[in-house]
């Protein structure tokens, strides 16, 4: 699960009350940025990645959505599907996430696995259609972590799917929308 934040730093305070606004915002019931970096950390740590790397991305995890936040629109927390307009601006949350983070000083490394954190392994994802190994492993990560942790949760527009749909569907889109290493190594023990 998530590391403890660092012992006597106040910002990391301010980071988990943030990230408990922005899961407030999307209309979470639990601490869905908490349990995006408690996997992300974890599949992190199975593929060696450094520790201040692994902290990066969990700062990044807990705080991946806040440009849906700083947009503050109605559809993102409507109890239906999202219009093709709709769905197109929601893309913009991305970016919109990488400039508020630059806002409230988080590093140049959370602040790009915030914007790519929805870059797809074949190419076909946004903001920057990043591809393979150009998406950086800890944005590749989080993405999956994401991924597993919202298709696992209720959301306004739809009941929670099972751990194993969540993880069939992670299989089933290796390759394509999330890298098959950082697929594998989430599911070695889950």
């Known amino acids: 699960m998530l590391s403890t934040p660092r012992a006597g730093s106040r ?13 407030a915002f999307e209309q979470y019931s639990h601490a869905h940025g908490l349990q995006v970096a408690g996997i992300a950390d974890s599949i992190a740590a ?19 959505d806040i440009g849906e936040m700083a ?13 093709d ?23 140049k490394g959370v602040q790009l696995l915030i914007r790519w954190h929805h870059e797809w392994w074949n190419g076909g994802g946004y903001p920057d259609a990043l591809a393979g190994d150009e998406i950086p492993l800890t944005a590749r990560i989080l993405r999956v972590a994401d991924a597993y942790a919202s298709m696992t949760s209720d959301r306004p527009f739809r009941a929670a799917v099972s751990e194993d749909a969540a993880r069939q569907h992670l299989s089933s889109l290796a390759a394509i929308e999330f890298d098959p290493a950082v697929v594998r190594a989430f599911l070695a023990d889950s």
Request: hydrophobic content about 40%; aromatic content about 6%.
């Open 11 to 23: 910002f990391d305070e301010k980071l988990l009350e943030l990230s408990s606004q922005i899961d």
């Open 46 to 64: 199975k593929l060696h990645i450094s520790e201040n790397d692994r902290f990066v991305l969990q700062q990044a995890a807990l705080l991946h």
């Open 71 to 83: 947009m503050n629109r109605e559809y993102i927390s409507a109890a239906r599907e999202l219009s």
């Open 85 to 107: 307009g709709e769905r197109f601006d929601l893309h913009r949350h991305t970016v919109i996430g990488e400039q508020d983070a630059a806002k409230r000083g988080l590093g």
